[in-house]
């Protein structure tokens, strides 16, 4: 990883916020290793649910990581072309197609 941003997304009409990372990868990325990686390092609550992989992550004038569009943006697959993915309790991570949003947002998976 060279950069990461993390970021809470609005899930459906649920209350609060779920994590997402938003990571700068180099070459082919190994979700099932990142996720062990991240069992490992950090309490079950600072996990992220979502993880979007992008080619650059934009900043501010001052060099500060810009969120407002990438939480704006949320885990929906039509609004962004770069590849997210959601942590399934059983599955692992796996890439949010518009049936997967849809599930998601219907409460089709527990969060």
């Not at 994590?19 to 180099?26: I, N």
């Not at 060099?63 to 949320?74: E, I, N």
């Amino acid at each position: 990883m060279q950069e990461v941003n993390v970021y809470g997304v609005q899930v459906g009409d649920l209350d609060g916020k779920a994590g997402m990372a938003s990571l700068v990868v180099e070459g082919d990325f190994d979700m099932v290793a990142f996720a062990k990686h991240v069992d490992e390092q950090l309490p079950s609550y600072a996990r992220p649910i979502f993880v979007r992989l992008q080619k650059a992550i934009e900043t501010t004038g001052t060099f500060k990581y810009r969120k407002m569009d990438l939480v704006t943006d949320g885990y929906d697959p039509t609004r962004t072309k770069a590849p997210t993915y959601f942590r399934s309790s059983n599955k692992g991570f796996i890439k949010v197609t518009k049936a997967v949003f849809d599930k998601i947002q219907a409460g089709g998976y527990k969060l």
